[in-house]
């Protein structure tokens, strides 16, 4: 794997970081419910399943 593949990676676990960090997701934990789900866990599930997303984007695209 080339270094700007892995580059892309560790962006995205520091974005991820950032993403689930406690103060951000207390932004998140209100009353209501999107689709019958509630907010906390459709952002939790839902920023959890874009990352597996991309990182399966960027190691089958560039994986060599």
Do not use: C, T
Not at 5 to 16: F, N, P, R, T, V
């Amino acid at each position: 794997m080339k270094k700007r593949h892995e580059q892309k990676l560790i962006i995205l676990s520091i974005g991820m970081l950032l993403l689930f960090n406690i103060p951000l997701l207390w932004v998140f934990n209100i009353d209501g419910a999107l689709f019958g789900i509630p907010y906390f866990y459709f952002y939790l599930f839902s920023v959890w399943l874009i990352s597996i997303i991309i990182s399966y984007i960027i190691l089958n695209r560039f994986y060599e």
